[in-house]
């Protein structure tokens, strides 16, 4: 079996760039990104500031999004106001976007990263640890949508990119407590993309799978598909417990 690649100990912006769209399609847009300052996160608001756009990255470590501010902003020339944010908590929502607006006097997209997960099997996973993610990951989603909702989309407009995965599609093992937030977050998606699209609020949601290199792959993809495969092994039991 390939080995997985060399983990990332921090973020580091791309030594070039080849513009994949016109350089200057978002120039002196404003995108709002929980979850920026790391991972997939970290190389949205790259390719955003790349792009002409402003950011404001944001995580529950303030020394965690600074530092990777300032990679930002050195390789772009855009800037990039790091703020702390816990996604979970409402006035912390409230105020980062009222700090974001007083900055750039306009938010255009909210591009929704915050999550949290781990692997545990179902039958182990505390009742506070599910709680935990589907904090994380739906009620946050909804938290940073509803917040800017309020104080500027509905009346300008604007786009909202959910992070999600493929993980509430099918069944898959050590995962359903992340699985079970980003199916919530997919339904939602539908539901705001429908009740928002008329006051030109577009609202999708976007599962871009295992990404190699990053922490979140490290942790999550290699270790899950040798879990997996040995559960098959040992059990060759498929679901209902139907013999192979």
């Known amino acids: ?3 997985p690649p060399p983990d990332v100990s921090e973020d ?3 030594p070039e760039y080849r513009h994949l769209f016109c350089p200057d399609l978002l120039w002196d847009k404003v995108a709002f990104i929980p979850g920026g300052g790391s991972g ?4 949205i608001a790259e390719i955003f500031m790349r792009h002409g756009c402003h950011t404001v990255i944001a995580s529950r ?3 965690r999004v600074s530092k990777a501010a300032g990679k930002l902003t050195a390789a772009t020339g855009r800037r990039c106001l790091p703020l702390s944010l816990d996604v979970r908590a409402l006035p912390a929502v409230a105020a980062a976007v009222d700090q974001a607006l007083k900055e750039f006097g ?3 997209i909210l591009v929704n990263c915050a999550a ?7 039958s182990t996973l505390s ?3 599910f709680k935990t993610v589907m904090d994380i990951d739906t009620l946050g989603t909804f938290n940073t949508s509803r917040v800017l909702y309020e104080k500027f989309f509905r009346d300008h407009g604007g786009v909202i990119v959910n992070i999600t995965a493929t993980l509430g599609t099918r069944g898959q093992v050590l995962q359903v407590h992340a699985g079970s937030a980003k199916a919530a977050v997919d339904a939602m998606t539908r539901h705001l993309a429908v009740e928002w699209g008329p006051q030109n609020i577009r609202v999708n949601s976007l599962a871009p799978g295992p990404i190699s290199g990053t922490e979140g792959f490290r942790r999550l993809d290699w270790p899950l598909r ?3 495969q040995g559960m098959c092994r040992r059990q060759k039991l498929v679901p209902l417990g139907l013999p192979l």
């Open 116 to 122: 949290g997960n781990f692997l545990c099997p179902a």
């Open 61 to 63: 470590s303030l020394l």
């Open 226 to 228: 040798g879990a997996a």
């Open 40 to 43: 997939i996160g970290f190389r």
């Open 12 to 14: 580091e912006c791309l």
């Open 106 to 108: 306009k938010i255009d």
């Open 127 to 129: 009742f506070n640890a």
């Open 1 to 3: 079996m390939a080995q």
